[in-house]
């Protein structure tokens, strides 16, 4: 799965899924990496209402604005899906729909709240999962996802029946008698947060989880290295995206303490880094995606 993102704690924090047309948060400075790009964008996920998380959406929709008046063309609304009970935001969106017309046609906007799950535009039998990440915003929900895709499996008491019986019931009652819907998880992302397990993450195919820090730290409400690394070891996802990297340490110091912790180089290939500083581009092998 082609990724781009951007990150750098407390400044910057936007991750691209362009397969899935997903964009997760919207920090700063994504409009001039991503260009043509934003065109494309169906879904938008903003975790929480720190401002290095979301102050990149105007100029997303501005961008959308002006391709639609050039190319008059029409565009299809963007989902933006967020925490519900975020005044923040909602008083940011209040400013947006004062300065990006129309916005109706410009954006729906999708509440969210731990537990729901939210079917994405950009593909077919996509949704998202909302959790509740732990992460302080002044007394407001930090959400992070899981992305999961639908499949039809057939009813376990109907496996080895003959195929003209199952067709029969399915000409008389219909696809859901014989199939039940399940979700497989695929992508996690845990936005800022200190690290949560989730039974459901077990094995996924990729983590996208935030590493601010290189030494723990119980006053802080993000995670560190030695942590997520313990997590990573818990849950075995197969591969693991890192981002929101403090600026406070070298580069260099972080990518020794990965080595350090993690000496076996197999297991280390399964991590990737978005540094600091730096637009991250890269084709990351995603079974099911
Ligand atoms: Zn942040
Ligand atoms: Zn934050």
Request: aromatic fraction near 10%; hydrophobic fraction near 40%.
């Amino acid at each position: 799965m082609k990724i781009f993102a951007y990150s750098k704690a407390l400044y910057s924090t936007w991750l691209y899924l362009e397969p899935l047309r997903l964009l997760l948060d919207a920090g700063e400075g994504l409009n001039a990496a991503l260009e043509g790009r934003l065109l494309a964008f169906r879904d938008i996920v903003i975790s929480h209402s720190h401002t290095d998380h979301f102050t990149g959406l105007q100029n997303i929709l501005i961008t959308r604005l002006r391709e639609m008046d050039v190319a008059q063309q029409e565009m299809p609304p963007l989902q933006v899906i967020f925490p519900e009970d975020s005044s923040t935001l909602w008083r940011y969106f209040d400013y947006l729909k004062e300065v990006t017309k129309p916005w109706d046609e410009l954006v729906t906007l999708v509440p969210a709240k731990p537990g729901q799950v939210v079917p994405l535009q950009g593909v077919r039998g996509m949704h998202l999962t909302v959790l509740e990440a732990n992460h302080y915003v002044h007394k407001q929900t930090a959400l992070a996802f899981r992305i999961e895709k639908e499949r039809w499996a057939l009813r376990p008491e109907l496996e080895g029946k003959p195929q003209s019986e199952i067709n029969r019931i399915v000409a008389t009652e219909g696809r859901e008698a014989i199939a039940v819907r399940q979700f497989q998880p695929l992508v996690y992302y845990s936005a800022d947060t200190r690290p949560v397990y989730h039974d459901e993450n077990e094995g996924i195919p990729l983590m996208i989880h935030e590493a601010t820090f290189l030494e723990p730290n119980n006053k802080v409400s993000h995670s560190c290295l030695p942590e997520v690394i313990e997590l990573f070891r818990k849950q075995q996802p197969r591969l693991m995206l890192l981002f929101h990297l403090s600026t406070r340490y070298e580069f260099k110091e972080f990518t020794k303490l990965l080595e350090e912790l993690v000496p076996d180089e197999e297991e280390r290939s399964r991590f990737y880094i978005v540094r600091p500083g730096r637009v991250f581009s890269m084709d990351i092998p995603t079974p099911g995606l």
